[in-house]
Structures are given as structure tokens and as C-alpha cells.
């Protein structure tokens, strides 16, 4: 069973920063994660697939990158409708745990 | 374009049973690994239960063993998820998935 672990869990940040979100799987997933943002009763929303191609209608200060068992997502330059929780999944599988993004 | 829709959530009792179904369009599902995943109130995410292409292998959270069981018809384009011995704990909004789609989602409430 591949676990996925997400850090950091919070994440105080202040709109134009650049900031990183990690997720690491207890084995090789190759490249088969995505990204997800949800905002407060909202269904999630990908924003990243295969490890880094951006899902249609993202904003490219959205990327991600990894193979294997580390994976990132950046958001480069934050904006304030960035204010969220992220979620990585392992296609088919496990979620981490989420990573809230709050105003610093 | 593809499509995932959700049909059969609702209202149950503890104990109770609901059949969850969820129809594809816009792919041959056969290709696909499916499965579903779930949010309760106030949670994040969970990985409920997947299905291999053919339906050979099946595989689950393990809060839900023995209790739900997913399945497929590839020919129908279809894929369920049988819920029996339903607890509070499984209140939660049900997505069908493929890969990273999502259909929209169903809402199962298990409730007195």
C-alpha cells in the first residue's frame, strides 16, 4: 500500500510569494500524481496532472515537478485567490494529507 | 469530452446499504483503472476504493473492507459501488474518478 505524505500542513504566506508544497510516496509512483486546490465548499479542482502538465484553464504560476517518490507544487507569485487547501493523490489511490495556504 | 456522473447517494440508516453508480462517457472505460474517492464534512480527502481495467483486482481504504464492494461492466460503460453496513463515519460526498477526473460528485448521508 503506497502511502503519501504531504508537507508542510500550513503554509502562512503573503500574496507574491513563492511558495512549495511537497508530497512524497512510500514508493515509486513513477509519474502518476496530481494536485488538487479546493476553497471552503467547494469541490477540488485539479490543477496539475503526471507529475507537471497543467490542467486546462490554470494559471501557469502553477507547476509541478517530480518522478518517482518526490513531487512538488509551486505557486509563483501567490494570489489572493490562491488562499486554499492543496491536496497531491496518487492516481487511484491515496491523497496526503493537505497543505493549507493562509494569509500570512 | 469526458464525463463522470454520479447517481444513486441519499439518505440512509446506520447499518443500511446504497448502491452508488457512476456512467462514463467520452472514453472507453476498459483503458482505465477507476475509482472512488470521498470527502466528509469538515475532512480532506479520502481514496475510498479502485478497480483494475479489467476488474481483476480490486483494492480498498482499509476502514471500508468487507463493508463496500466496487465493480464495473466495462460494456456498459458503468461502475458501482455497493455500500453495506453503512456508519455514521461514511456521511460524506462520493466521487467517481479516472485518473485525475472527477465527476461531480453525490452526497451520501448516514443518519438516524
Known amino acids: 500500500d503506497i502511502q503519501m505524505t504531504q508537507s508542510p500542513s500550513t503554509l502562512s504566506a503573503s500574496a507574491g510569494d513563492r511558495v512549495t508544497i511537497t508530497c512524497r510516496a512510500s514508493q515509486s509512483i513513477n509519474e502518476w500524481m496530481a494536485w488538487y486546490q479546493q476553497k471552503p465548499g467547494k469541490a477540488p479542482k485539479v490543477l496539475i496532472y503526471e507529475s507537471s502538465r497543467l490542467a486546462n484553464g490554470v494559471p501557469s504560476r502553477f507547476s509541478g515537478s517530480g518522478f518517482g517518490t518526490e513531487f512538488t507544487l509551486t505557486i509563483s507569485g501567490l494570489q489572493p485567490d490562491d488562499f486554499a487547501t492543496y491536496y497531491c493523490q496518487h492516481y487511484n489511490t491515496h491523497f496526503g494529507q493537505g497543505t493549507r495556504v493562509e494569509i500570512k | 469530452d469526458v464525463q463522470l456522473v454520479e447517481s444513486g447517494g441519499g439518505l440512509v440508516q446506520p447499518g443500511g446499504s446504497l448502491r452508488l453508480s457512476c456512467e462514463a462517457s467520452?472514453?472507453?472505460?476498459?483503458?482505465?483503472?477507476m475509482s472512488w474517492v470521498r470527502q466528509a464534512p469538515g475532512k480532506g480527502m479520502e481514496w475510498v476504493a479502485s478497480?483494475?481495467?479489467?476488474?481483476?483486482?480490486?483494492f480498498y481504504v482499509e476502514s471500508v473492507k468487507g463493508r463496500f464492494t466496487i465493480s464495473r461492466d466495462n460494456a456498459k460503460n458503468s461502475l458501482s459501488l455497493q455500500m453495506n453496513s453503512l456508519r455514521a463515519d461514511d456521511t460524506a460526498v462520493y466521487y467517481c474518478?479516472?485518473?485525475?477526473?472527477w465527476g461531480q460528485g453525490i452526497l451520501v448521508t448516514v443518519s438516524s
Open positions: 467520452g472514453f472507453t472505460l476498459s483503458d482505465y483503472w
Open positions: 474518478a479516472r485518473d485525475h477526473l
Open positions: 478497480i483494475k481495467y479489467d476488474g481483476s483486482q480490486m
